[in-house]
Nanobody, 131 residues
Framework: QVQLQESGGGSVQAGGSLRLSCAGS????????MGWFRQAPGKEREAVAV????????YYDDSVKGRFTISQDDAKSTLYLQADSLKPEDTGIYYC????????????????????????WGQGTQVTVSS
C-alpha cells in the first residue's frame, strides 16, 4: 500500500523558513495530483499548494502565493514545500496528499479537488509560527 511520510515541521518565529518533505513509498508519482494541505486549529483542512506531477505545473492558494514553493524530486519520490516569510496564521498541521489520475489535467483541477478528492494521506507534521 502506498504511504506518505511528512517531515520537517517545527517551531519558528515570524519571518522564518521551514522546508517540509513528503516521502512516498513504492513508486514515483508520475501522473498524480499531489499537494500540501494545512489544518489550522478549529478550521477545515485546506490546500495551500498543489502540483500535477506529470507536467510539474504548480498552483498556490492566495494566502501563500509568493512565499511557499512546492516541488518534486522524482528520483527520490519526494515532495517538498519550501515555506518562507512565515506568518503566525501559517500555524497548523501540514499534510501531504496524493491522488492518481488516468488522464492529464490542468493543475487548477488539482486545487479544486479539495481534501475530499485526495485518497492518499500522510500523518501530518506540525508547524508553529510565533509572533
Amino acid at each position: 500500500q502506498v504511504q506518505l511520510q511528512e517531515s520537517g515541521g517545527g517551531s519558528v518565529q515570524a519571518g522564518g523558513s521551514l522546508r517540509l518533505s513528503c516521502a512516498g513509498s513504492r513508486y514515483s508519482y508520475r501522473s498524480h495530483c499531489m499537494g500540501w494541505f494545512r489544518q489550522a486549529p478549529g478550521k477545515e483542512r485546506e490546500a495551500v499548494a498543489v502540483i500535477f506531477t506529470a507536467s510539474g505545473s504548480t498552483y498556490y492558494d492566495d494566502s501563500v502565493k509568493g512565499r511557499f514553493t512546492i516541488s518534486q524530486d522524482d528520483a527520490k519520490s519526494t515532495l517538498y514545500l519550501q515555506a518562507d516569510s512565515l506568518k503566525p496564521e501559517d500555524t497548523g498541521i501540514y499534510y501531504c496528499a496524493a491522488v492518481r489520475l488516468a488522464i492529464p489535467v490542468d493543475v487548477g483541477f488539482c486545487y479544486r479537488l479539495g481534501r475530499n478528492g485526495y485518497n492518499i494521506w500522510g500523518q501530518g507534521t506540525q508547524v508553529t509560527v510565533s509572533s
